[in-house]
């Protein structure tokens, strides 16, 4: 079973290198609230050692973000680049090869 601290440290690891891209703009987990989120999702999977593309893409599809006060919601694999999908791929295999 994950401590906090371990969540918070991956967390924090997603949170200052993944970024969602809005019309151009690249807004980090962190400053968006998300990484906390990504990281509780995912760690059950790294706790498996079953981080794999389709486990990854299948948080960020779970995970919806409102916008413009909640009058619509995308998921984050919608906001997230693919270049920052891989990103986050190897953020988690690397942090699972670690743990």
């Known amino acids: 079973m994950a401590s906090t601290i371990q969540i918070e440290k991956l967390a924090a690891e997603i949170g200052e290198n993944i970024?969602?891209?809005?019309?151009?703009?690249?807004?980090?987990?962190?400053?968006?609230?998300?990484?906390?989120?990504?990281?509780?999702?995912?760690?059950?999977?790294?706790?498996?050692?079953?981080v794999d593309e389709a486990k990854v893409m299948d948080v960020l599809r779970s995970i919806q973000v409102p916008l413009g006060g909640k009058q619509a919601f995308v998921t984050l694999a919608q906001l997230i680049p693919t270049a920052g999908q891989g990103d986050l791929l190897k953020l988690l295999e690397d942090y699972q090869d670690n743990w």
């Open 19 to 50: 970024y969602i891209d809005v019309s151009g703009w690249h807004l980090y987990l962190t400053d968006a609230h998300l990484h906390t989120t990504v990281a509780e999702k995912i760690f059950p999977a790294i706790e498996d050692r079953a």
